[in-house]
T-cell receptor, first 113, second 114 residues
């Protein structure tokens, strides 16, 4: 069975600060995929990134970066120079390549101007 | 535009009155799934479907039914809704190709059962 833990329920930062959202996963699958989704106050779920278990390279996309470490079963998400528009709930998820996708409980990020 | 369309966006109903939430995707995706989102619990999978006529239970299937008679449609049926099914519901679809797997979500349906 898969499990995704997002221990940070809510985080508040002041605009322009860097913030890291933690994600720890558990899986017995040798091949698996990890995801991050953003849910802004408007409610829709927006795909941010997908990573497979064979690719531990860190990824950077503008102010967003992701750090995947199999040794610690973590897939953390960092926002550099946060902005008010980054305020949202962020979900981490895992997929073992078969049927079920498991989501964490989400981290609510509030960026204060 | 590639999208997943859910209807209705908002629904208030009474206990016991059967309802259907529709979901349709235009990306020819094999995989479709329903989730409910509740405060503090994240997204929990209700049912999923790997292809036409192939469905299976997720983590919280009690009180729900689904069908997959066509590839593009995956309706969620609540035959006798109860107040504990008040929630925000999302439909999602994806290719089953491992290299392409990644959900596209619908806009959500906020259901209130009184």
């Amino acid at each position: 069975a898969q499990k995704v833990t997002q221990a940070q329920t809510e985080i508040s930062v002041v605009e322009k600060e860097d913030v890291t959202l933690d994600c720890v996963y558990e899986t017995r699958d040798t091949t698996y995929y990890l995801f991050w989704y953003k849910q802004p106050p408007s409610g829709e779920l927006v795909f941010l990134i997908r990573r497979n278990s064979f690719d531990e390279q860190n990824e950077i996309s503008g102010r967003y970066s992701w750090n995947f470490q199999k040794s610690t079963s973590s897939f953390n998400f960092t926002i550099t120079a946060s902005q008010v528009v980054d305020s949202a709930v962020y979900f981490c998820a895992s997929w073992g390549g078969y049927q079920k996708v498991t989501f964490g409980t989400g981290t609510k990020l509030q960026v204060i101007p | 535009e590639a999208q997943v369309t859910q209807n209705p966006r908002y629904l208030i109903t009474v206990t016991g009155k059967k309802l259907t939430v529709t979901c349709s995707q235009n990306m020819n995706h094999e995989y479709m799934s329903w989730y409910r989102q509740d405060p503090g619990l994240g997204l929990r999978q209700i049912y999923y479907s790997m292809n036409v006529e192939v469905t299976d239970k997720g983590d919280v299937p009690e009180g729900y039914k689904v069908s997959r008679k066509e590839k593009r449609n995956f309706p969620l049926i609540l035959e006798s809704p109860s107040p504990n099914q008040t929630s925000l519901y999302f439909c999602a679809s994806s290719s089953t190709d491992r290299e392409d797997f990644g959900y596209t979500f619908g806009s959500g349906t906020r259901l209130t059962v009184v």
